[in-house]
């Protein structure tokens, strides 16, 4: 797509990627993405704000060749993940006399991943700045959103804060702000949940320090800018706060049906009590949205088979995950079927250390569910519901 103007001389120049539909070979994409890279023209200097995936340096150059850029003073490298800094060795190629700016953590990951000549850098600390003539960046330290090295740059004069993944979203489209459209707000709560929520108390505080800036306009380094930027720091202040709602995720696998039954009969019976249900077969599913369920819901309730002694490999993958995405569940439970024995209970519960969640008494059934298998649901829903009031989620 072609430069677009932010403001006089202020212009988006990355790239949108209509067709990518994986990212990090895991993250599922179905809406594409885009790289976000700006340039900011001061009387004096003018300077680049991140780069583009690799796969898309044709598209950035040759958007700063149609605004004309002969000089680029500074490459300000928020972050140093592929996706924004994969595009800087071809910049600083067609622009030598540019500095790249970058924290000092940032540096050193520049040096490990793209061989970036020592004396290309030009550290900074944070609330350091730069000034382009007219215009200001002040640097942000703005870390674990998701990588440690992570900087957000605040233009002052305009007041736009350039946040890199902070606030960004995977998501392909011609509108250059969110506005207040639905596919936005999913889209950055699919992004919040699969990358950002491990990290969400730094997140917590993060929030914090931008709250010191005056901001109109939050441009980010994926998807639409927000030029109501309530709007997502609305968001992802209910994102990161410690109270989860009612709701109940059950994540889960069948193989012959017994699961699925046992699946079924306790999503009735937790709805009956008041409790909002989500239910993913890991066979099928994408595992973005379990992990947006995962961003607000109370409690998970993993259903599995028994397979090879254990539980079913999908499984494990879902527990893997949710484990490691940390979110604020506070009661976990197990339901699922076996044949004559196994390990289930003791290898799922092994699986997830950093969930700080009260286990409650899982229900395994010994092939189809049975009256006493059902009774058993009942009780697992009622307990489900009452600490769910007792806490104030419900
Ligand atoms: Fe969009 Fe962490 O890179």
């Given at each position: ?111 490990d991943r793209w061989m970036v000549p020592e004396e290309k850098f030009q550290t900074v600390e944070d609330k350091a700045t730069l000034p382009l003539g007219g215009r200001t960046l002040e640097f942000i330290s703005t ?252």
């Amino acid at each position: 797509m072609r430069p677009r103007k932010i403001k006089t001389g202020i212009y988006c120049v990355g790239a949108i990627d209509w067709d990518r539909r994986l990212f990090d070979a895991l993250i599922p994409l179905p809406d594409g993405t885009s790289y976000n890279s700006y340039l900011i023209k001061g009387k004096e200097k003018t300077a680049l704000v991140d780069t583009v995936d690799p796969t898309m340096t044709g598209v950035l150059l040759d958007n700063l060749d149609s605004l004309g850029i002969k000089k680029l003073d500074y490459l300000i490298s928020n972050h140093a993940e592929p996706d924004h800094s994969g595009s800087i060795p071809p910049v600083l190629a067609k622009y030598p006399e540019a500095r790249l700016v970058c924290s000092k953590l940032c540096r050193g990951l520049l040096i490990d991943r793209w061989m970036v000549p020592e004396e290309k850098f030009q550290t900074v600390e944070d609330k350091a700045t730069l000034p382009l003539g007219g215009r200001t960046l002040e640097f942000i330290s703005t870390p674990w959103v998701h990588w440690p090295e992570t900087m957000s740059t605040y233009l002052r004069e305009e007041k736009i804060l350039f946040s890199c993944d902070f606030f960004g979203s995977h998501v392909a489209t011609t509108d250059m702000y969110a506005g207040d459209q639905p596919y936005v707000y999913e889209a950055a709560k699919r992004y919040y949940a699969e990358i950002m929520m491990p990290y969400r108390k730094t997140i917590e505080k993060n929030l914090e320090k931008i709250k010191d800036f005056a901001v109109t306009i939050i441009a980010p380094s994926h998807g639409p800018l927000y030029d109501r930027p309530e709007l997502i720091v609305d968001a992802y202040r209910s994102w990161v706060s410690d109270k989860p709602r009612n709701t109940v995720v059950i994540p889960y696998t069948s193989m012959h049906g017994s699961t699925r039954r046992m699946v079924a009969y306790l999503l009735d019976a937790l709805v009956k009590k008041g409790v909002t249900v989500q239910q993913f077969d890991l066979a099928v599913t994408d595992i973005g949205k379990l992990a947006i369920a995962l961003v607000d819901a109370a409690t998970i309730v993993v259903g599995t088979p028994t397979v090879l002694a254990g539980p079913h490999p999908n499984v494990v993958e879902a527990a893997f995950l949710a484990n490691a995405l940390r979110p604020k569940l506070r009661f976990a439970s197990i339901i699922g079927s076996y044949g004559w024995g196994g390990r289930t209970v003791e290898i799922i519960s092994g699986m997830i250390p950093n969930l700080k969640v009260e286990v409650l008494d899982p229900v395994l059934c010994k092939g189809f569910p049975k009256e006493a298998d059902f009774l058993a649901l009942d009780k697992l829903a009622e307990k489900i519901a009452k600490k769910h009031r007792e806490n104030g989620f419900a």
